[in-house]
C-alpha cells in the first residue's frame, strides 16, 4: 500500500513557476513508477510526465515537453514536478500517481495509487 500526498499549488501569473512534491510513504517507493496527471474543470484527466523506478527515465505529455522536469528522491520517498513558463491552460487539478509496471505508463488506468491532487491555477 502506497499513500500520497501532494503539495506546492497556487495561483501565479502566466510565465511564472511552480514546484510541486508529492510525498508517499511505504517503503517500496523505489519500485514504482511516478507519474503527474492533471484534470481541468470539465476535461479529461490527462498525462503529464512520468519517471521509471528503475532507471528514472522520464517521459512527457507535448503540451508540456520542454517546460516541465519530473524527477524523484528515493531516499526522500518524494517525486518533483518542476513548472516552468507556465500557461493559463496548465491550470488544472495535479494529482500524483504511483505503478509497478515494468515500463511507466502515460495512461490512468494502470495506476494504482492516487493522492487527492493540489490545485494549480494560472492567470493571464
Known amino acids: 500500500q502506497v499513500q500520497l500526498v501532494e503539495s506546492g499549488g497556487g495561483l501565479v501569473q502566466a510565465g511564472g513557476s511552480l514546484r510541486l512534491s508529492c510525498a508517499a510513504s511505504g517503503r517500496t517507493f523505489s519500485r514504482y513508477n511516478m507519474a503527474w496527471f492533471r484534470q481541468a474543470p470539465g476535461k479529461e484527466r490527462e498525462f503529464v510526465a512520468t519517471i521509471s523506478w528503475s532507471n528514472s527515465r522520464t517521459f512527457y505529455a507535448d503540451s508540456v515537453k520542454g517546460r516541465f522536469t519530473i524527477s524523484r528522491d528515493n531516499a526522500k520517498n518524494t517525486v518533483s514536478l518542476q513548472m516552468n513558463s507556465l500557461k493559463p491552460e496548465d491550470t488544472a487539478l495535479y494529482y500524483c500517481?504511483?505503478?509497478?509496471?515494468?515500463?511507466?505508463?502515460?495512461?490512468?488506468?494502470?495506476?494504482?495509487?492516487w493522492g487527492q491532487g493540489t490545485q494549480v491555477t494560472v492567470s493571464s
Open positions: 500517481a504511483a505503478d509497478q509496471s515494468l515500463i511507466p505508463r502515460t495512461t490512468s488506468g494502470p495506476y494504482d495509487y
